[in-house]
């Protein structure tokens, strides 16, 4: 069966501080992979989006930058924090165009 | 500008009652819709889908309707439990491949059932 790992769940970085998240999939190949990010009012935004390792596409121009070294992973990343990067980050997989399933998510804040 | 919209941050309501959450979407290119139920410091899960073929699809206590016309779809909850509590995410989709079948969220409503 396909499973979602994201880790960690709770992280507390200081502002202008690097940040890396990591999204791996099992039981899949070839998925489809995401990044959103939930913050207060904001609902689900989609941050960045891959289908292919090295192939990322960028939804919202930001303090952030998405890698997918290896098919089944991929890791979010920021070279500096800003306060408005707090939030509840979740990665996401999809066999196909219809439908995602979500990892637990990261309670990312930024002080 | 907002293609998939909730209108309601929040709805509370009677335990054993109905609930119902809307939603409401700008492009007409929107094909496939689904809602997502989301508990606290935990990543949404599915929960019920429509496609623009259909006007209604049921499954146990949930029903999602769908108003092209309108542009308007809603989740029925019948009867509302209090382990219904979460915040439900509405999404769409194009199905066009363009965007490879990225889903837009609405900003989510928070439904709280009262015992």
């Known amino acids: 069966s396909q499973t979602i790992h994201q880790w960690p769940a709770t992280l507390v970085q200081p502002v202008g501080s690097p940040l890396s998240l990591e999204c791996t999939v099992e039981?899949?190949?070839?998925?489809?992979l995401y990044w959103y990010r939930q913050a207060a009012g904001r609902g689900l935004q989609l941050l960045f989006y891959?289908?292919?390792?090295?192939?990322i596409s960028s939804e919202v121009p930001q303090n952030l930058s998405a890698s997918r070294p290896q098919d089944r992973q991929f890791i979010l990343s920021s070279k500096k924090l800003l306060l408005s990067d707090s939030g509840f980050y979740l990665c996401?997989?999809?066999?196909?165009?219809?439908?995602?399933?979500f990892g637990s998510g990261t309670r990312l804040t930024v002080v | 500008d907002q293609q998939v919209k909730q209108n309601s941050p929040s709805l509370s309501v009677q335990e054993g009652r109905i609930s119902i959450l809307n939603c409401d979407y700008t492009?007409?290119?929107?094909?496939?819709f689904l809602w997502y139920k989301k508990y606290p410091a935990e990543g949404p899960t599915f929960l019920i889908s429509?496609?623009?073929?259909?006007d209604k699809n049921e499954d146990g206590r949930f029903t999602v309707f769908l108003n092209k016309s309108a542009k308007h779809l809603s989740l029925h909850i019948v009867p509302s439990q209090p382990g219904d509590s979460a915040v439900y995410f509405c999404?769409?989709?194009?199905?066009?491949?363009?965007?490879?079948?990225?889903?837009?969220f609405g900003k989510g409503t928070k439904l709280s059932v009262k015992p």
């Open positions: 996401a997989w999809s066999p196909g165009p219809l439908g995602y399933t």
């Open positions: 039981g899949t190949s070839n998925p489809n």
């Open positions: 891959s289908v292919g390792i090295g192939q």
């Open positions: 492009n007409s290119m929107f094909d496939y």
């Open positions: 429509i496609s623009s073929i259909k």
């Open positions: 999404a769409a989709s194009s199905g066009d491949g363009g965007s490879q079948g990225n889903l837009i």
